[in-house]
């Protein structure tokens, strides 16, 4: 009954879709085709076959607001951060899609079905294509994904256990651009503690610098350490943007924005020193509901 929306939890396929929205009219008609996403999802793949799709929408506590949705207690909008050298922008958007598996096409074709009818009231202020990127790293190189959770903790980690908004999560969506060929300049050894971890395996340095990236997000409150689930994917093509489009799921917001405030600053005035290899250009929380929570938008 409270079920996550499929997205969320499962290890994700080698391809995303990742879609913000803001909706310009009809707010009544986008919810009731946000009800529909999983079906277009499971009939797509009757006639073309088992992707091994998950699909999720998410909206923005504004839009919650604005329309009377339920929406857990502590959620708030993404909050931008500045930092004297970096930037986490605020996108100014109302729903947000997932959409991940085996084929490209099938995320395409979905989101295309999805769309269609509501197209004249809604704008696509971003949308991003991810895919897995040689051995799950990220175009820096470096794997994505080491210090995931895994098995029954990526329940644990993403998902309300319990009360009234069982089964949601809460979403940090940020697309980042790299630039790659300031990343390039630095051997490997100096991009290493950029990081924080080795390139070629993904150890953890023993000498880790606190400003490195892992420095900076692998952080502890009374002893115990914050986790999130991470479901990114890297992006792009070769001549034009490229970079890491960041999703993560949590089952509070507390830990997504320790972490944002670690990198940019906000938490002991050190920044994060991957960030002036890749500037965030969207920025975005979403509470996404539970398929029951999600029903009942409508009702
Ligand atoms: C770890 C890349 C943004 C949270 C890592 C690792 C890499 C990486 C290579 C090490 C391997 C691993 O454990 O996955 C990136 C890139 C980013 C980005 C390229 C953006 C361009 C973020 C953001 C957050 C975050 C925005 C949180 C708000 C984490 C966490 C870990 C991690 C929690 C695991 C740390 C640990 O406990 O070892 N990231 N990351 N990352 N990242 Fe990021």
């Not at 949705?69 to 931008?80: I, K, N, Q």
């Not at 971890?197 to 892992?214: A, C, N, Q």
């Not at 900076?216 to 350490?225: S, Y």
């Amino acid at each position: 009954m409270t079920q996550a929306q499929s997205a969320i939890v499962p290890d994700g396929g080698p391809y995303a879709l990742y879609v913000m929205l803001k909706v310009t009219d009809d707010a009544a008609l986008v919810l009731q085709q946000c009800q529909r996403l999983a079906e277009i999802a499971k009939q797509t793949q009757e006639v073309f076959g088992d992707a091994q799709m998950g699909v999720a929408v998410g909206f923005s506590p504004a839009f919650c607001r604005t329309h009377g949705l339920a929406y857990p207690e502590g959620v708030t909008d993404f909050r931008p951060r500045e930092s004297r050298k970096h930037r986490a922008p605020h996108t100014d958007c109302d729903v947000f899609i997932h959409l991940h598996g085996l084929r490209h096409d099938l995320n395409f074709y979905v989101f295309q079905q999805w769309l269609t009818p509501i197209k004249k009231v809604v704008d696509v202020v971003d949308e991003t294509a991810g895919f897995r990127y040689l051995d799950a790293r990220d175009m820096t190189g470096f794997i994505d994904g080491t210090e995931n959770p895994q098995g029954l903790a990526r329940d644990a980690v993403a998902v309300i256990p319990d009360g009234p908004f069982a089964g949601g999560s809460v979403a940090l969506v940020q697309r980042y651009v790299h630039d790659l060929p300031a990343w390039e300049r630095l051997q490997q050894a100096a991009q290493e503690k950029v990081i924080g971890r080795t390139k070629p395996d993904s150890i953890e340095l023993e000498d880790m610098p606190d400003t490195s990236h892992v420095g900076r997000v692998d952080i502890k409150e009374n002893g115990v350490g914050l986790k999130i689930l991470r479901q990114s994917l890297p992006y792009g093509s070769v001549s034009g943007e490229h970079g890491l489009l960041f999703l993560a799921y949590c089952q509070q917001q507390h830990p997504l924005d320790v972490m944002l405030d670690s990198m940019f600053g906000e938490r002991d005035g050190k920044t994060d020193m991957m960030l002036s290899f890749t500037q965030a250009v969207t920025g975005a929380i979403m509470f996404m509901p539970s398929q029951t929570t999600l029903a009942q938008y409508v009702e």
